[in-house]
């Protein structure tokens, strides 16, 4: 079992930053690819980036690309999202979530647990 918990949103203006982070329990932590997924009012949720087990491996969304990072820490049990010159667009709940596994990390439907989500708004 991995229980999530997201921190760090917010409401800033277009162009700024955030760091989110994704706290997990458990001592498996380590062993899993941790992805992050947003959900904008009436849309589906999306794929924004992942990271293997190791690190060594990250998957971006073309759409953050170039403006986004994710980074993980295993001694502190944390996946970190770092959000830079943001754009109204990137208006959504963010969600962090795990997969044992690690081979479909663009797909949501492969993540077995998930945080409750934290609010991000970006402002004109």
């Known amino acids: 079992q991995v229980q999530l918990v997201e921190s760090g949103g917010g409401l800033v203006q277009a162009g700024g930053s955030l760091r989110l982070s994704c706290a997990a329990s458990?001592?498996?932590?380590?062993?899993?690819?941790i992805g992050w997924f947003r959900q904008a009012p009436g849309k589906e949720r999306e794929f924004v980036a992942a990271?293997?087990?190791?690190?060594?491996?990250?998957y971006y969304a073309d759409s953050v690309k170039g403006r986004f990072t994710i980074s993980r820490d295993n001694a502190k049990n944390t996946v970190y999202l770092q959000m830079n010159s943001l754009k109204p667009e990137d208006t959504a709940v963010y969600y962090c979530?795990?997969?044992?596994?690690?081979?479909?990390?663009?797909?949501?439907?492969?993540?077995?647990?998930w945080g409750q989500g934290t609010q991000v708004t970006v402002s004109s």
């Open positions: 979530a795990a997969d044992l596994f690690g081979s479909r990390v663009l797909d949501k439907g492969a993540y077995d647990y």
């Open positions: 458990g001592r498996t932590f380590s062993r899993y690819t």
């Open positions: 990271i293997s087990w190791s690190g060594g491996s990250t």
